[in-house]
């Protein structure tokens, strides 16, 4: 029998103890052993639950006990939550995590430090919740080079999103509802501004390029500028608009990411992806796109990713499966000066004006045209500063859209 600790009994932490409770017969059989939840730790107060004993406030009750295997860091944040894992690997324990934050953040250090004591720190639900997604690029995916990862990668926004433009849902609303459904993260502006995809699309690029993405070098922009009339203005153009997490990654391994409202063609398998689901295209150079769909964030789908990682760290007690990628290095970034690409244009100019600067825009026309005051167009795509003066140029510009590279 393998006995485990919960840090944390939050939204993950929590549906974390259900499934384990619920499929113990199942999860026994494949683990090949038993496993039996020994200590909850949580600073509030839980006398009331019904296994009130399994509480506790004081982590080195955990740490000191030889008997518990595995840890399962639910409590999100970087500290305690990086001196609880570090010091639990250092004790030879294993430890499963959801915390993106922590893995973005500490992930080369926690994963050396985990190969140096022949234990596991596995993190399959820090990126698309419920989706297997760490595991695919790591393992089923080892014999490529990953050239592309795109990714709607967090469920908050993209259930905003469709909240407000299919049924009309004020963003407050649509925000309040997420979070009542346990999908938002404790500071909302993680979702709403991109932070959080921003840290899983690190995490991707990381493992797939085997070297250190620093977040904070991610050019990244949330969904609050977006508004109702872009949406029908790229909707009228064949597109919808989406949070995309997107990384190239070229032959030296160097990475150019970006989290930004992107418009993504109507054709493309992302545009349909809507509510909480996520969905994760990966390029590799032989498999070439795959693609990866479920439920990105809440309490169950999470927590099963996450249980996942504990039969798998039973089953591998003392072998560690060699998870790594290298420490922070400065010179892997591509910088954004040297990255190509085309946008969705409002602007209050004519398109005599819009021609006479990018005579190869594409003028929205006819039918489509829904507000007079305005003109749409797309843009030639180019180098994104070029295509950004010709923009400026042609002046009165309410709104820009990224587009999707092909
Ligand atoms: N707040 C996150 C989301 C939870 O909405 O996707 C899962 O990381």
Redesign the pocket.
């Given at each position: 029998m393998v006995k485990i600790a919960i840090l944390g009994f939050g939204t993950v932490g929590s549906g974390v103890y259900e499934i384990i409770k619920n499929n113990a017969v199942n999860i026994s059989k494949k683990a090949g052993q038993e496993i039996e939840i020994k200590y909850i730790l949580d600073i509030r107060d839980f006398s009331s639950h019904p296994e009130s004993h399994l509480f506790t406030n004081d982590f080195t009750k955990i740490l000191k006990d030889d008997e518990v295997g595995v840890v399962v860091e639910t409590m999100g944040g970087l500290h305690p939550a990086y001196e609880f894992t570090k010091s639990s690997l250092e004790a030879g324990k294993n430890a499963v995590t959801?915390n993106?934050e922590l893995v973005a953040t500490y992930g080369p250090e926690l994963l050396e430090i985990a190969y140096d004591n022949n234990v596991n720190y596995l993190f399959e639900a820090?990126?698309g919740?419920g989706i297997p997604i760490i595991r695919p690029i790591h393992q089923c995916l080892a014999a490529n080079n990953i050239k592309r990862i795109t990714g709607i990668?967090?469920?908050?926004?993209?259930?905003i999103l469709t909240q407000m433009f299919r049924e009309g849902k004020s963003f407050d609303d649509a925000l309040s509802d997420?979070q009542e459904k346990g999908?938002?993260?404790r500071n909302p502006a993680?979702?709403v501004e991109g932070f959080?995809?921003c840290r899983?699309i690190a995490i991707l690029s990381s493992l797939a390029s085997g070297r250190q993405v620093d977040y904070n070098k991610i050019p990244t922009e949330g969904i609050t500028k977006v508004t109702l009339e872009d949406v029908k203005a790229a909707g009228s153009m064949g597109y919808s608009i989406k949070l995309i997490g997107y990384a190239d990654i070229n032959e030296n391994s160097e990475v150019f990411a970006r989290v930004s409202p992107m418009a993504v063609p109507n054709y493309h398998m992302l545009a349909s992806v809507e509510d909480?689901f996520?969905a994760i295209m990966v390029r590799g150079d032989s498999v070439s796109d795959v693609m990866f769909y479920g439920k990105?964030?809440?309490k169950l789908p999470?927590a099963s990713a996450v249980v996942a990682d504990v039969i798998d760290s039973v089953k591998h007690l003392q072998k560690s499966k060699r998870i790594m990628w290298n420490d922070t290095d400065p010179d892997n970034m591509i910088s954004r000066h040297c990255i190509e690409g085309s946008f969705i244009v409002r602007t209050l100019k004519d398109t005599d004006t819009v021609l006479s600067v990018m005579p190869d825009a594409v003028v929205r026309t006819g039918d489509n045209e829904q507000n007079t005051e305005e003109t749409v167009f797309i843009t030639p795509v180019g180098l994104e500063d070029d295509i950004e003066a010709l923009v400026n140029e042609v002046g009165g510009i309410i709104s820009r859209i990224r587009i999707l590279p092909e």
């Open positions: 959801s993106k820090s990126v919740g990668l967090n469920g908050t926004t993209n259930y997420a999908y938002a993260e993680a979702d959080d995809a899983k909480v996520n990105g964030a809440g999470t």
